[in-house]
T-cell receptor, first 107, second 114 residues
Framework: SQKIEQNSEALNIQEGKTATLTCNYT??????LQWYRQDPGRGPVFLLL???NEKEKRKERLKVTFDTTLKQSLFHITASQPADSATYLC??????WGAGTKLIIKP | DTGVSQDPRHKITKRGQNVTFRCDPI?????LYWYRQTLGQGPEFLTY????????KSRLLSDRFSAERPKGSFSTLEIQRTEQGDSAMYLC????????????FGPGTRLLVL
């Protein structure tokens, strides 16, 4: 069956540093992968989409990579800020979602 | 564009009762999705519609769950004979699939079954 894994433990990062989150998957070859942000008690908010033929995508301080050989996507936030603290979800295609990684940026 | 709205935002019910949730998608969006999310987990796909047609339904969805989108606009999700295990956040999302794959989520309906 399809499986998608994200770091289950919270990630604590010092403000100003780069945060890197990992999304690994098995038994699936998605045409694209998406990253969303979710704050407590709210629905997820779209951040970035990367397609299988793209290696890297950037948006402001965000960067996503996609390695279809390793079946892995990395999500980077550079110059992190306390306001970046949230849970970050990856999704394969539209319907398969990871459990998310909680990111905490400490001032 | 007011975004995706869901009603009610919170629902407390007793085991065995039926509940119905409503989702109003972004007006021009042709796809509408329902998900369930429990604490510490990602959204779990339940079902989705393209216009008024229900195209896919999760195998995990029991017969107690039913969803409709009668005119291709708003949708309802009904849970019959609720169980304590149904307690979760129910999320609705919409997208305009011909343009982009991005889903826009509503604020969710939090259900507590006592």
């Amino acid at each position: 069956s399809q499986k998608i894994e994200q770091n289950s433990e919270a990630l604590n990062i010092q403000e100003g540093k780069t945060a890197t989150l990992t999304c690994n998957y098995t038994n699936y070859s998605p045409a694209y992968l998406q990253w969303y942000r979710q704050d407590p008690g709210r629905g997820p908010v779209f951040l970035l989409l990367i397609r299988e033929n793209e290696k890297e995508k950037r948006k402001e301080r965000l960067k996503v990579t996609f390695d279809t050989t390793l079946k892995q996507s990395l999500f980077h936030i550079t110059a992190s800020q306390p306001a970046d603290s949230a849970t970050y979800l990856c999704a394969l295609g539209q319907l398969i979602w990871g459990a998310g990684t909680k990111l905490i940026i400490k001032p | 564009d007011t975004g995706v709205s869901q009603d009610p935002r919170h629902k407390i019910t007793k085991r065995g009762q039926n509940v119905t949730f409503r989702c109003d998608p972004i007006s021009e969006h042709n796809r509408l999705y329902w998900y369930r999310q429990t604490l510490g987990q990602g959204p779990e796909f339940l079902t989705y519609f393209q216009n008024e047609a229900q195209l896919e339904k999760s195998r995990l969805l029991s017969d107690r769950f039913s969803a409709e989108r009668p005119k291709g606009s708003f949708s309802t999700l009904e849970i019959q004979r609720t169980e304590q295990g149904d307690s979760a956040m129910y999320l609705c999302a919409s997208s305009f699939v011909a343009v982009e794959e991005t889903q826009y989520f509503g604020p969710g309906t939090r259900l507590l079954v006592l």
